[in-house]
């Protein structure tokens, strides 16, 4: 499981997006624009049209998906098994 922000893929926002592929993240962060500008945002405008753009021209798609593949790959994979539990054991 990795996390990126919306900002990291070339969004406008901090929304932070879960994914454990690449693939998915790509999804997902697509998701969230048209979620973002279905609620009446404004500022994700942009982000979709460059989307739009993107998946007409390979070009250009390959560029984002070259970027995007290397902010992935440097973030820490992040486990769930390594999330501490938040169980607290009250000192006597
Ligand atoms: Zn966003």
């Known amino acids: ?3 990126m922000t919306c900002r990291q893929m070339g969004g406008p926002c901090d929304a932070v997006i879960e994914a454990a592929t690449p693939e998915e993240m790509m999804s997902k962060g697509g998701q969230h624009i048209t979620d973002m500008l279905a609620q009446g945002d404004t ?3 942009e982000a979709k049209q460059m989307m739009d753009e993107a998946q007409q021209d ?3 798609m390959e560029a984002w998906r070259n970027q995007f ?3 992935y790959n440097s973030l820490p994979e992040e486990g769930e098994s390594e999330a ?3 169980e607290e054991t009250p000192a006597v």
Do not use: D, I, S
């Open 69 to 71: 593949m290397q902010t």
């Open 84 to 86: 501490m539990p938040a």
């Open 1 to 3: 499981m990795k996390k």
């Open 43 to 45: 500022t994700h405008q």
């Open 58 to 60: 390979p070009a250009k």
